[in-house]
């Protein structure tokens, strides 16, 4: 089994930046992509950016230019840096990693969420 754990939310006014951390733990053999997904009230879950093994990134348009995705493989960790936060940043981030556990195969695993919170 895999276990992520997000750290980094709490409340920012906006303009504002946030650093969030995403640690994955467990017997890993490998893990292929990870990223970060939001969801606000109401709303579904989206995709904020991705990062594969390989170091190519990918984000939503919406925040391109603002946030940054980045990994440390040794640590097994993801960080999403995010500036010039706006309020329609507001969300439960969740962390998000492919990857292959003892006695499993590839899967898909989620943190348990993180909330952003941007005041105007």
């Known amino acids: 089994q895999v276990q992520l754990v997000e750290s980094g939310g709490g409340l920012v006014q906006a303009g504002g930046s946030l650093r969030l951390s995403c640690a994955a733990s467990?017997?890993?053999?490998?893990?292929?992509?990870m990223g970060w997904y939001r969801q606000a009230p109401g709303k579904q879950r989206d995709l904020v950016a991705v990062?594969?093994?390989?170091?190519?990134?990918n984000y939503a348009d919406s925040v391109k230019g603002r946030f940054t995705i980045s990994r440390d493989n040794a640590k097994k960790t993801v960080y999403l840096q995010m500036n010039s936060l706006k309020p329609e940043d507001t969300a439960v981030y969740y962390c998000?990693?492919?990857?292959?556990?003892w006695g499993t195969g590839w899967r898909d695993y989620w943190g348990q969420g993180t909330q952003v919170t941007v005041s105007s």
């Open positions: 467990g017997i890993i053999f490998s893990i292929n992509d």
């Open positions: 998000n990693a492919e990857a292959k556990a």
């Open positions: 990062i594969t093994s390989g170091d190519s990134t």
